[in-house]
């Protein structure tokens, strides 16, 4: 046992850990998507989006993703927003592991009848 013990506390310590790293994943990975559904919405902008990216992150972000930032662009057909941050380690001298996923759709606009 005591030659087993410290490998069977090691993966489990590994498993939690990549856990946490996953779910700080997915929560960027929702801010981001929330960002984009309000940034392509008719009369918003990218700034929109990334200030609904950012209150979903203070809603949800806890510990659990911390040090995060937000940045939207566009180019007038398609509005991307990335989420950066870092996952929250439970393993000594690990600094945490960076996180970053984005979000990306096209812009909605209003067009009038095509053909007169």
């Known amino acids: 046992m005591a030659i087993i013990y410290p490998f069977?506390?090691?993966a489990t310590v590994a498993v939690i850990q990549a856990s946490m790293w996953y779910y700080a994943r997915q929560i960027a990975l929702t801010a981001a998507?929330?960002?984009v559904t309000a940034a392509r919405a008719y009369p918003s902008s990218?700034?929109?989006g990334a200030a609904q990216a950012?209150?979903?992150l203070r809603r949800t972000?806890?510990?659990s993703l911390i040090g995060y930032s937000v940045s939207a662009s566009s180019n007038g057909q398609r509005v991307r927003i990335e989420v950066s941050g870092t996952?929250?380690?439970m393993i000594p001298g690990l600094s945490g592991l960076q996180v970053t996923q984005s979000a990306s759709g096209p812009v909605e606009r209003w067009t009038g009848p095509?053909?007169?």
Do not use: H, M
């Open 8 to 10: 069977i506390l090691l």
């Open 33 to 35: 998507r929330e960002g």
């Open 46 to 48: 990218p700034a929109d």
């Open 54 to 56: 950012r209150n979903v």
């Open 61 to 63: 972000a806890g510990d």
């Open 87 to 89: 996952a929250l380690s």
């Open 114 to 116: 095509e053909g007169g």
